[in-house]
């Protein structure tokens, strides 16, 4: 399926946060056009180059539709081909971004989502299923995320390297079986 075109459910191509020197915090691609770390790294150091200094939210960077906004010490993106509705991305940004107020306790900043990068993978995955767009209800994302935390299946600090090591090789056998 072609995740460019117009009509398509593929709404998002990347969610990026970097902090305030540009440095990747995390980011999370859903299409194939960065293929490889070295690109991605060069996307996101011009794209930060481009935004550190606007006060705006919407921007066209190389031909993507770019939503962003500067927290305290983080900048987060999302990154959209041209033809996407800029009101849906923006309202999908907001509730993301209320959605990791709640988790975070109204502290969005780099030591905090550093510390917590478990759970802001999962807000992620609970509002984004290969860039289709799931859910824009902060307390919804915000409420499944708890749920898996509280239930166990998160916190990867506290399992033993084994137990990690088998529950990601779960996952990823999961993800190609797909």
Do not use: W
Request: overall charge negative; proline content about 1%; some cysteine.
């Amino acid at each position: 399926m072609d995740h460019h075109s117009p009509l398509s459910l593929y709404s998002v191509d990347a969610l990026i946060i970097l902090d305030s020197d540009g440095k990747r915090i995390l980011a999370k691609y859903f299409t194939q056009e960065y293929k490889g770390a070295r690109e991605q790294n060069e996307f996101e150091k011009q794209l930060f180059k481009q935004t550190k200094k606007l006060n705006n939210e919407l921007i066209m960077y190389e031909g993507k539709l770019v939503i962003y906004q500067n927290i305290v010490d983080v900048f987060i993106y999302v990154i959209a081909n041209q033809y996407q509705n800029e009101l849906m991305l923006c309202n999908f940004m907001n509730s993301f971004i209320d959605a990791l107020n709640i988790l975070l306790k109204n502290q969005v900043e780099k030591r905090i989502i550093m510390d917590n990068m478990d759970v802001v993978f999962l807000a992620i995955d609970e509002c984004l299923d290969e860039g289709i767009i799931l859910d824009n209800d902060a307390t919804q994302i915000s409420n499944r995320v708890s749920k898996k935390a509280n239930n166990g299946d998160m916190n990867i600090s506290e399992q033993s390297f084994t137990q990690a090591f088998f529950n990601a090789r779960d996952q990823i056998a999961r993800s190609l079986l797909k």
